[in-house]
């Protein structure tokens, strides 16, 4: 695996250990050409989903109570799209240095450093080309409460954001 790969992976390791820990399952499409990495789904009344998309970066960028994130425009738009399951931007922060991405004891297992969601449901068409900033709102920690409240919304077809 090259390095982009093994980020991947790691990312998708961390998202997954959190909807292990709210009792979600995560399904992955055979191909992932609508910028979908995976869908959280729910056991629980209208067996609700979320459609997500996972990246990781060691770039640590914040300005006031953001993250910012330059994403692909094609991503961009495909996550902006209005659809039936809504769909949100995860983002796993991870250090630089590869060998402290995990440390493990016979106590514990740490991943570091920690994903961040945004929904970028009803955000606007962009001129760009390339890619655009995202500003993830640091209080959009990707854990367990807040994927609860998020699978709760879309259980009674709220909006995310």
């Known amino acids: 695996m090259n390095l982009n790969e093994q980020k991947e992976q ?3 390791a961390y998202i ?3 909807a292990a820990q709210a009792g979600y399952q995560i399904t992955r499409p ?6 979908v990495d995976g869908t959280l789904v729910a056991d629980f009344g209208r067996r609700p989903r979320i459609d997500f998309q996972a990246k990781a970066t060691s770039q640590q960028i914040v300005q006031g109570d953001n993250r910012h994130f330059a994403l692909k425009i094609k991503n961009y738009d495909d996550l ?9 931007l995860i983002v796993v922060l ?3 240095e590869k060998r402290q ?9 740490c991943l570091r450093h920690c994903g961040y969601w945004v929904s970028l449901e009803g955000h606007q068409e962009v001129s760009n080309t390339t890619s655009i900033t995202v500003h993830i709102p640091l209080v959009n920690m990707f854990n367990v409460e807040q994927l609860v409240d998020l699978m709760t ?6 909006s995310l954001c």
């Open 10 to 12: 790691f990312s998708l």
């Open 16 to 18: 997954r250990a959190v």
């Open 30 to 35: 055979e191909l992932d050409n609508d910028s």
């Open 80 to 88: 902006r799209a209005e659809t039936r399951t809504p769909r949100i």
């Open 94 to 96: 991870m250090p630089k």
């Open 101 to 109: 991405w995990l440390t493990q004891t016979q106590e514990q297992l």
């Open 153 to 158: 919304k879309a259980e009674k077809g709220q």
